[in-house]
């Protein structure tokens, strides 16, 4: 069999997202694009290649990442064979690396993990809570996920949330990435055993945001500190051309927590040509701590095939269908939200107008997403492009691939010195003209809206209105000891949740929440043979059944990743 044919072979058997299983799809694939970029395929592409099994492949980039492989395979790492198909270590410079010179992964810092994750101080007696919009108990509760985010809150100027970092919504494959970065100086490389919860990570979100009138590369340029390009407090920017997003910083925090950077690495070359990410488009950085997002973390296109292929998000959470607007997936750090990428040219907003060099738009027809939010203000997606592999990189030059972004493309497009602070000025500038974290991160007295985390002890800022009660176990479970439900009669507070252990024959049904001082949903243990009772869609913030994708857009069989 020739290479060229086992490459295509590859790529339709290797791919951890499933299919359409009909060809007749293929001739369904557009070229359609929600922005500025041109783009040919579905909208479901991911450009991520997903592991099978452990140690498989597990990457998002070009096919020939396959064969830049650095890691040791004793240690998780290193080239894999896939049906048929095995991948080879990478030379790089002059070295061509094998199993006997290969890098080994970098270990957890010796530091002892996080376990306050409290916020400091006193609350302020002298400001009142926001309560609405991003500020509302009800909204937190549904768009937050996992265990990440300890708290959120609003005061009366920013949203802030603090997290430990963690992918908790699905388990990241590091050891399978061909060419992770390098620890400082080391030449060992990030993987799962480097990470840790030693630090915090905090967003502070402005709740009154002042777009600029232009969405340029150049927007916000003189903000920076640094105008080189390098290093911390400077704009990215390559030989061609500025963007104005940090160079060695993040863009945004995503809904379960993690950090969100642009696309592209710090030398403005996007980061999946070097090799890099997992396929859900993480990795750790040079250090420790937990693994942050450089392309759209989309996945889950079909959790009952023999390779699910778990991200962040995925169709499932689309709550009007494919042909709906895409869910909120994280919150830039300039004051945006981020949604998530389009799946279908009819969905409302697509490419009327297109997505600017910002990432973002403004609809031009009036409308509202699924929390009541006005889509006519300003606001990010992700969105998915053809590329081609350049020199610099770790893929073969010429190699073509799709490539996502994290929403924030080139630019912000908030005006950021209208603004009195937030977290993209906190990796522009130490200008005393704008507040620090200390000055942004205090909390109102009486909190009625926030989410919070079982074991984070905001008990002396909160309103006794917001809190719930804790139930008695559900019938044939109990609610495992240290839980926030572990006693009945115990107070819960907005955020809390709690899944029952059930005896053996029953099987869970839904979990026991509390958000504003309701229990909007009560866990039940049911017989395993039983249907599953499904919660009122108003009152849950899970997803919503996996939509069947409009014909127009469905995936298909191709030679490229999903």
């Not at 969405?215 to 920076?224: L, Q």
């Not at 969105?383 to 592999?389: E, L, Y």
């Not at 009772?533 to 913030?541: L, M, Y």
């Amino acid at each position: 069999m020739s290479r060229s044919c086992c490459l295509f072979l590859f790529a339709l058997l290797c791919d951890g997202a499933p299919h359409s299983s009909s060809w007749g799809n293929a001739s369904r694939r557009l070229s359609v694009t929600a922005g500025t970029q041109a783009f040919t395929g579905s909208l479901y592409d991911t450009g991520c290649y997903a592991p099978k099994a452990d140690s498989g492949w597990g990457f998002c980039g070009p096919l020939s990442c396959k064969d830049a492989y650095i890691t040791c395979p004793g240690e998780g790492g290193g080239p894999a064979t896939v049906d048929g198909v095995t991948g080879t270590y990478v030379k790089d410079g002059s070295t061509q690396y094998s199993s006997s010179n290969c890098k080994s992964f970098l270990a957890r810092t010796s530091n002892a993990d996080r376990t306050n994750w409290g916020p400091t101080g006193q609350c302020s007696s002298s400001c009142s809570q926001q309560t609405t919009g991003v500020c509302s108990g009800t909204f937190l509760a549904k768009v937050l996920v996992g265990t990440g985010v300890k708290f959120a809150f609003c005061n009366d100027k920013w949203l802030i949330i603090q997290s430990s970092g963690e992918p908790s919504v699905f388990t990241p494959n590091l050891n399978d990435v061909p060419f992770p970065p390098a620890h400082d100086g080391t030449g060992t490389r990030t993987g799962m055993a480097t990470l840790d919860t030693t630090r915090a990570d905090l967003l502070f979100y402005p709740l009154s945001v002042t777009d600029l009138s232009t969405a340029a590369g150049t927007n916000n340029k003189d903000v920076f500190d640094v105008q080189t390009g390098v290093g911390k407090y400077s704009y990215l920017k390559s030989s061609t051309a500025m963007y104005g997003i940090p160079s060695d910083d993040g863009i945004a925090m995503a809904v379960n927590g993690q950090s969100i950077f642009p696309v592209y690495n710090n030398n403005a070359g996007y980061t999946p040509a070097k090799c890099e990410v997992d396929s859900c488009s993480n990795h750790v950085g040079q250090g420790g701590g937990q693994p942050h997002f450089h392309g759209d973390p989309f996945g889950d296109q079909d959790p009952s095939s023999s390779s699910p292929h778990y991200c962040l998000y995925g169709p499932s959470n689309y709550s009007s269908g494919a042909t709906g607007h895409p869910p909120v997936i994280g919150f830039a750090n300039d004051g945006h939200l981020i949604y998530g990428r389009y799946l279908s040219n009819s969905a409302p907003g697509f490419a009327a107008p297109i997505l600017d060099v910002c990432g973002g738009h403004s609809h031009t027809a009036a409308g509202t997403d699924e929390h009541g939010f006005d889509l006519t203000a300003y606001h990010y997606h992700t969105q998915v492009f053809d590329a081609t592999c350049e020199s610099g990189g770790k893929c073969t030059v010429g190699d073509s691939y799709k490539v996502s972004t994290t929403g924030p493309f080139q630019c912000f497009k908030a005006d950021l010195t209208k603004s009195e602070g937030s977290s993209a000025l906190l990796t522009a500038t130490q200008s005393s003209s704008y507040k620090t974290k200390d000055q942004m991160g205090y909390r109102c007295c009486s909190m009625t809206d926030y989410f919070v985390q079982h074991g984070v002890d905001l008990s002396a800022d909160v309103a006794s209105s917001s809190t719930c009660t804790a139930p008695s176990a559900p019938a044939n479970g109990v609610y495992a000891a240290g839980s926030a439900c572990a006693s009945a009669g115990s107070t819960l507070y907005s955020g809390n949740q709690c899944t029952p252990t059930c005896n053996s024959g029953y099987k869970v049904n839904g979990i026991t929440r509390c958000v504003k001082g309701v229990l909007t949903q009560t866990a039940t243990c049911v017989a395993s043979g039983s249907p599953s009772p499904s919660p009122s869609p108003s009152d849950s913030p899970s997803p919503s059944p996996s939509p069947s994708p409009s014909p127009s857009d469905s995936p298909s069989p191709s030679p490229s990743p999903s």
